[in-house]
């Protein structure tokens, strides 16, 4: 049955979870990875506990209905990308499963995703759970800096299809630069930014709480949020765009209005030089973070120069963008910029130093961007797991008992 049916993709994000079945183009459903429990605090006997505590485990909610349930408590399992209670996650998988996919696990072959350097004992517990929890036939749990890449294929920029790249994965938790080589991670050389969409909205929302005073404190987050996704992008000159707002603030400025969930009155804001503030913390972190001072394009560029030197212009010529928090309009455009600067002065010194005598080749630097980059993990797990192969390669391995995972897991996973 689960070789016929199609196999169910499922990417957990810190901020997002998107879910649906192989072989569609956009995830079916993109809720936030969140739960909303019951936490009682009421002194009863052991007895009345103990049916409490049974009757609590099927009172709770994910997604968009967890953060509309005022009286429960929003827990959110995956943080930074990894996933830290794993009671919870399972929980969120069953209604995953059950409530928005409506499948029956033991008829699909399931394909998850993994952050960079997840650690062995945490795919361990995701492979437990599917299979001793869920009785899933096959289980494929793939790294989505891989995935990401395969999604890029789609861009009119690729030109041979290659599994070698530098893959920069922004969500919302967290911000990974992943070189990959013929499909396979280089572990050693992963950098964590520790900017992302969430950073992005705080720095906002402290920007609009300065001088807007209309907004209401409790939707103050949510405000910000929405100017981050309306109205921002990436400014090529941060001076030069300063003074065109400070020149003609009527053609740049921007309004809001939004509705007070309390009064239900209207409320509307001014939108100005947010615009651009907001995602150039990518390019100039030290404007949100004092801790962290290294622009995007400089780390990507360590990044690659700690690789192997017989992959460095491959990784160069196809960098790929992944993720929510890299949808600003001219984000990629100002990244290549930015790198093809640092890429070229190293290149002018290294003939410097060399009296004239080395002519370096020029090094092809191209940020690849495409209109699937928001779902890019999500579809590029669409994209392999509707392929012949994996359904064989899954079957290959079934039926599966009871501890089967932990000692065939190098099969399944990878």
């Not at 909303?36 to 609590?56: M, P, W």
């Not at 928005?100 to 998850?112: G, K, M, N, S, W």
């Not at 759970?129 to 890029?152: C, D, H, K, R, T």
């Not at 969430?198 to 949020?225: C, H, N, W």
Request: contains cysteine; hydrophobic residues 40%; charged residues 25%.
């Amino acid at each position: 049955m689960a070789g016929r049916l199609p196999a169910c993709v499922v990417d957990c994000g810190t901020g997002y979870t998107k879910l649906g079945y192989a072989g569609n183009t956009e995830p079916q459903f993109i809720i936030p990875s969140c739960i909303a429990i019951k936490e009682s605090a009421k002194v009863v006997d052991q007895a009345q506990r103990r049916v409490l505590k049974g009757v609590d485990d099927l009172d709770f909610f994910i997604g968009d209905e967890a953060i509309e349930k005022p009286t429960y408590a929003t827990k959110w399992p995956i943080r930074h990308g990894i996933v830290e209670d794993w009671d919870l996650m399972e929980r969120f998988m069953e209604q995953v499963i059950f409530k928005y996919l409506r499948a029956e696990p033991e008829d699909h072959y399931f394909l998850l995703t993994e952050p960079p350097l997840n650690t062995p004992e945490n795919r361990e517990y995701t492979a437990e759970i599917m299979f001793e929890s869920f009785n899933v036939p096959g289980l494929y749990i793939a790294v989505q800096a891989v995935l990401a890449l395969a999604a890029s294929w789609t861009s009119r920029q690729v030109g041979e299809r290659t599994l070698t790249g530098t893959v920069i994965d922004s969500g919302d938790g967290v911000t990974h630069v992943i070189p990959v080589a013929e499909g396979y991670v280089i572990g050693s050389c992963i950098k964590h930014i520790p900017i992302a969409g969430r950073d992005i909205t705080y720095f906002i929302q402290q920007l609009l709480r300065e001088r807007e005073v209309g907004i209401p404190p409790e939707q103050s987050l949510e405000t910000a949020k929405a100017v981050k996704e309306r109205f921002s992008y990436v400014c090529p000159d941060l001076v030069k765009e300063f003074n065109k707002y400070d020149t003609d603030g009527t053609k740049w400025i921007k309004q809001y209005t939004g509705i007070n969930a309390i009064s239900k009155k209207e409320f509307t804001i001014d939108v100005g030089y947010e615009r651009f503030l907001g995602p150039e913390i990518f390019f100039h972190p030290e404007f949100a973070n004092p801790d962290f001072t290294q622009p995007i394009s400089e780390v990507v560029d360590e990044v690659i120069q700690n690789c192997p030197i017989d992959v460095r212009r491959p990784l160069y010529k196809n960098i790929v963008l992944s993720g929510g928090s890299t949808m600003f309009r001219d984000f990629g455009r100002r990244l290549q910029r930015d790198l093809k600067r640092t890429v070229d002065a190293r290149l002018k010194l290294s003939e410097e130093l060399s009296g004239g005598r080395l002519k370096p080749k020029p090094i092809d630097v191209q940020v690849i961007t495409h209109h699937m980059q928001r779902y890019a993990v999500w579809f590029g797990g669409s994209m392999l797991a509707s392929t012949v192969s994996l359904a064989v390669k899954l079957s290959m391995f079934g039926p599966f008992s009871p501890g089967f995972w932990s000692s065939h897991l190098t099969f399944i996973v990878y």
